[in-house]
């Protein structure tokens, strides 16, 4: 075996000797560099502040209508040294894209360019409330109004939603705008068809947008059953939600002929666009039948995924269902000016049947400036470049494994930007989720495990094309190296993670009695 | 290509061990009326870091900055100082480009701070417990009203008058395709809110009665007869937040019976944006009602060496575990703008939080005496925080503001602007004040406010 890096490392070297493990213990827990954090609130007092404020002069009179807060509210503070110092610490217990390899399968952990980081800061897009005249924000109206064009030309759609907030909310909006279609033809059906390989947000969105959702099967190959999906077509059918790329890491190659057959049946067609890195500035969904599809800025086109939000999800729109799209959006008349379209100006546009409106203000602008300088940095060729590089890096990590790993669709075809495996040759009752602490020791963040359901103890591998090969060359290395133990039913794997910040955390014992605030 | 770090080489040696000859033979899936011959058309090529942040910048600088000029606005969204900090540690690589900590022993970073970001939150509530953020203030409106059907088994929210009208349009839109029934009304232009009016309005089929503090003219009232009202004919108070800042001076909701309090945290470290991404709050004041919230919940565990530790936990109640029985279809959080809520909040802690909404009120008085005195000027607000409603008599407020716009002064939010259509409501001005706000800004406003009022013809 060889080093798998530079730094001086080597495999054969035993874990005394390395020095990391088997030194003594310490008197505060901490281990060099990997440093233990109490909470807030065992640490910071209610006296103090790191922020400079007057004091309160408790003469001066006030008009709360009687309503002056007598109780302590509870609060600690920390100077401004101790706050970065508490937040700093926290901050090196967690793995990051900018620490290494991150192969979150279907969430698309690509690099998060700084410039985005710069331009959505600057005063004119940070500082600027939603609700100033709009002669004052024609700027940010011209953000969303040319991001909105690029949308709509990279995906072949008509028109595009910018307020919903998320994956889920631009689901949820898609939806709605199917049901408002329905509802002004007068159409009572009201059954989605979700393939059981979904994400679980479609079938949580469909039922909160009032639909009846019923399964539609996967064939062997994994990919959507299109003969039982199209049995299953009739008058209460309202529309479908697939994936494509789908969950598998397949492209439905069948897509346009089923999206033909729902149409012909009355129905609608909704894709989840989760992964639209596959094949951005590659293949426009409009030509495949799509009537509405949400794009995940903060996975395909870069904005940063924060710890978990905040997203942004545009829904494109097709003929039939823009004019159903929610308040406000953006249009740019003949005289440049770029119009913000809400309730009472609708008409004036043109746009009177909107379902309504999802969200207080206009939408993610935050992520839409961040979105906008990702997609002009990369322009019509480099999109086509970033689809080509992530399907091929995903291909060279599902060719480089499966010889040793099971994977259930190898056979059918080459896979889009990520590639799945199953568990099912491990052995001494080791599973997928001990490959995955075990990669959490190699210094890798796991893939996507367990997820989708259809296989068994499932791994999705989404490297995206912002790693070099030389970066996937060495994950490679580690992750055969784990699958082998995995296959020789390595007993160690099961206590690991050894080296993260924490061990295997009780995740049973807390649901079981839940503390979800610092009492004390 | 700056951020695609493969080579020509590379691709050559991928594809050989792929064994395809291109890489088009990777997308043979596609069908063939999806193949395109080449880039997009119509659409611009790559572009350096340069020209790209030269058109940026060229956008940036048609936008009037709030910091630049007098500045008046809030109606849900309020511009406070940011400690410099807060941006440095939001912008730390292992904050910045993490997910959802589904690997809790590489996130206890983010999960830590979920922590005291949900204790932080529950107690300005006076709630048990927070969860972990949802999108904005509005959705949480609405994700509240859900909830509150599950846990009573009806079907009708009464909104109060004075709810932020988006907020209510949010609601209704939701509700409609769920088939939940809203009765929402008007606001009334009264000194005071109008407590008796909406206490009428709750009978046995209600669910919830949701009502804002402080209302969206900046009035306060003591909502503890709602609560027993609400709770007498079994149904639920929902308090609605838009300021956090306003709770470091009066009463929490959860003080007065508030069952769920939810509300728009964008106050504290995040910032204007022009609308987003804001940070919506979500807490309930009694720990039974936790397995029907929304949303994602951190808790506190131990590892195998019996070191505390955090978790996502309870997640049965979420999408991915229930899917259509899910308790919403919420996927992400807003987690970086809970990390800033959270430092700001540190930087803050009591004593800072405290001050910052005595400083706001002072100067929120100072303001709403000095407007009191221009001529054609009513300020209706008996109580307030930072926030308060102005009357122009026989003035369309939202010319008004327009005009002083083009004169360098952004002077608040016309009630027009919100309620557009509604006669009643066309003469008033939604004026906010925080620390931001210089004793001259107000004077500035007050001159120029005096000078539109005198042009504009009666």
């Known amino acids: ?520 | 290509m700056r951020y695609l770090p493969l080579t020509d080489t590379d691709r050559q040696a991928m594809l050989a061990k792929i064994g395809a000859s291109s890489v088009d033979d990777l997308f043979v899936d596609v069908p063939e009326v999806a193949r395109l011959d080449g880039p997009i058309h119509g659409l611009p090529m790559h572009a350096s870091e340069m020209a790209v942040e030269r058109h940026m910048k060229k956008l940036a600088a048609k936008n009037l900055v709030a910091g630049e000029v007098p500045f008046f606005l809030g109606a849900g969204a309020y511009r406070h100082h940011v400690p410099a900090s807060v941006d440095t540690i939001i912008q730390r690589g292992e904050f910045l480009t993490a997910y959802t900590p589904y690997q809790p022993e590489i996130a206890q970073g983010t999960l830590q701070m979920l922590f005291e970001f949900q204790t932080q939150v529950a107690r300005l509530y006076g709630c048990a417990v927070a969860n972990a953020s949802l999108y904005d203030g509005s959705t949480a409106c609405w994700e509240a009203v859900a909830m509150a059907t599950r846990v009573t088994k009806r079907k009708r929210a009464v909104l109060s008058g004075a709810l932020h009208p988006h907020y209510a349009e949010v609601v209704k839109t939701m509700a409609h395709y769920t088939g939940d029934e809203i009765a929402d009304a008007l606001p009334s232009i009264t000194p005071d809110p109008e407590l008796a009016g909406l206490i009428g309005r709750i009978d046995e089929e209600t669910a919830c009665v949701v009502v804002q503090y402080p209302d969206i003219l900046g009035r306060i009232a003591d909502l503890t007869p709602v609560a027993e009202a609400a709770h007498a004919k079994g149904a639920l108070l929902v308090v609605v937040n838009t300021e956090p800042v306003a709770l470091g001076a009066i009463k929490s909701p959860g003080e007065m019976g508030a069952d769920i309090v939810v509300g728009e945290g964008q106050a504290l470290g995040v910032g204007l944006q022009f609308g987003g991404p804001y940070l919506g709050l979500f807490a309930v004041r009694d720990p039974k009602h936790v397995r029907q919230m929304p949303g994602r919940l951190c808790g506190e565990t131990t590892d195998a060496e019996g070191k505390r530790g955090f978790v996502l936990t309870l997640s049965t109640r979420e999408q991915h575990i229930r899917r259509e029985k899910a308790t919403s279809n919420i996927c992400t959080n807003s987690g970086l703008c809970a990390l800033a809520f959270t430092v700001h909040m540190t930087l803050l802690g009591e004593k800072g939080l405290r001050e910052l909404a005595a400083e706001n009120h002072r100067l929120a008085c100072l303001a709403a005496d000095r407007l009191a005195k221009v001529p054609g000027v009513e300020v209706l607000n008996n109580g307030f925080f930072n926030e308060f409603t102005v009357m122009l008599p026989g003035r369309p407020a939202r010319e008004i503001i327009r005009g002083l716009a083009d004169r360098g002064v952004l002077g608040g939010v016309s009630l027009g602007r919100l309620y557009p259509g509604v006669a009643a409501l066309e003469h008033a001005l939604l004026v906010a004040v925080t620390e931001t706000t210089t004793e001259e800004d107000i004077e500035r406003l007050a001159e120029e406010l005096e000078a539109a009022i005198k042009e504009t013809a009666q």
């Open chain 1, 1 to 520: 075996m060889n080093a798998p890096n530079k730094s001086g490392w080597k495999p054969e070297m035993q874990i005394a000797e390395s020095g990391f493990l088997g030194g003594p213990v310490t008197s505060t827990g901490n281990r060099g560099l990997m440093l233990e954090e109490p909470l807030l609130f065992e640490i910071g007092r209610s006296d103090v502040t790191g922020v400079d404020l007057p004091e309160i002069d408790p003469s001066a009179p006030t008009r709360l209508g009687g309503l002056e807060r007598s109780e302590a509210i509870g609060l600690v503070g920390l100077t401004e040294p101790e706050t970065v110092r508490h937040y700093t610490r926290l901050s090196r217990q967690n793995y990051g894209i900018d620490l290494g390899f991150f192969p979150l399968g279907s969430c698309t952990m690509k690099h998060n360019p700084r410039l985005n980081e710069k331009m959505a800061r600057l005063p004119g897009f940070a500082d600027v409330h939603p609700l100033q005249p709009v002669s004052t924000v024609q700027g940010a109206l011209e953000v969303m109004n040319e991001l909105a064009h690029w949308l709509i030309t990279l995906t072949g759609m008509h028109g595009v939603a910018m307020s919903p907030k998320a994956g889920a909310h631009g689901e949820l909006c898609g939806m709605l705008c199917i049901r408002a279609a329905l509802e002004a033809r007068g159409d009572k059906r009201d059954v989605v068809l979700v393939p059981e390989s979904a994400h679980g947000t479609n079938p949580a969105t469909a039922a909160f947008a009032g639909f009846r959702v019923e399964d539609i099967p996967a064939t062997p190959e994994g990919r959507v059953d299109v003969a039982a999906l199209k049995a299953r077509l009739g008058p209460d059918v309202a529309a479908v939600m697939i994936t494509n790329p789908n969950t598998c890491g397949l492209f439905e190659k069948d897509f346009r002929e089923m999206a033909d057959a729902v149409h012909a049946a009355g129905g609608f067609v909704y894709c989840d666009g989760a992964n639209f890195n596959a094949i951005v500035g590659k293949v426009r969904p409009g030509d495949l039948g799509v009537d509405a599809m949400h794009i995940n800025l903060h996975k395909t086109f870069s904005t940063p995924h924060g710890g978990g939000g905040p997203g942004s999800g545009p829904v494109v729109l097709s003929e039939a269902l823009a004019p159903f799209g929610p308040m406000p959006f953006t249009a740019r008349t003949a005289d440049g000016v770029v119009h913000l379209v809400e309730e009472e100006s609708a008409s004036e546009f043109g746009h009177t049947q909107a379902f309504g409106r999802l969200t207080a203000f206009h939408g993610q602008m935050g992520m839409f400036t961040r979105a906008l300088t990702y997609i002009l940095s990369h322009g019509a060729d480099g999109l086509k470049q970033v689809a080509e590089d992530a399907v091929l890096n995903a291909n060279y990590i599902l060719r480089s494994m499966e010889d040793i790993l099971h994977a259930p669709f190898g056979a059918s075809g080459p896979c889009m930007h990520e590639a799945l495996f199953g568990d099912k040759d491990f052995t001494n009752g080791l599973s997928t989720l001990d490959v995955a602490k075990g990669l959490i020791d190699e210094g890798y963040h796991p893939m996507t495990v367990y997820f989708p359901l259809v296989v068994h103890g499932a791994m999705l591998v989404e490297p995206t094309e912002t790693e070099s090969k030389a970066a996937i060359d060495q994950f490679i290395t580690a992750f055969r190296g784990v699958v082998e133990r995995a296959l020789e039913g390595d007993e160690a794997l099961k206590q690991a993670p050894y080296y993260s910040p924490r061990r295997r955390l009780d995740e049973t014992g807390a649901a079981r009695k839940p503390k979800l605030a610092f009492e004390g």
